[in-house]
């Protein structure tokens, strides 16, 4: 490969890599959406028994931090976010 030019290496490597996205075998998404009801209702029993544990200002104050920590990490590692 490293006597090629860079026309005849782009040649080998489409005709190795083309239709390789058909022989690719995905997962079912059967477990994702069990995955996902199961995370959403251990999610939601944990944010009750947080909002019921909670009794002053202060706690409250700290839950809002750690929430808005939580989305701009999200918004910082989110795919869709444009580059400098």
């Known amino acids: 490969m490293s006597n090629m030019t860079v026309n005849q290496r782009n040649q080998v490597e489409g005709a190795a890599y083309s239709g390789s996205a ?8 059967r477990g994702a959406a069990i995955y996902s009801v199961i995370a959403a ?4 029993a944990l944010c009750v028994a947080a909002i019921s544990i909670i009794d002053g200002w202060a706690q409250w104050l700290v839950l809002g931090v750690i929430v808005l920590t ?3 990490f999200m918004i910082a590692i989110s795919p869709n976010r444009r580059g400098w």
């Open 22 to 29: 058909e022989r690719i075998r995905h997962g079912s998404e």
């Open 41 to 44: 209702v251990i999610g939601i």
């Open 70 to 72: 939580t989305v701009g």
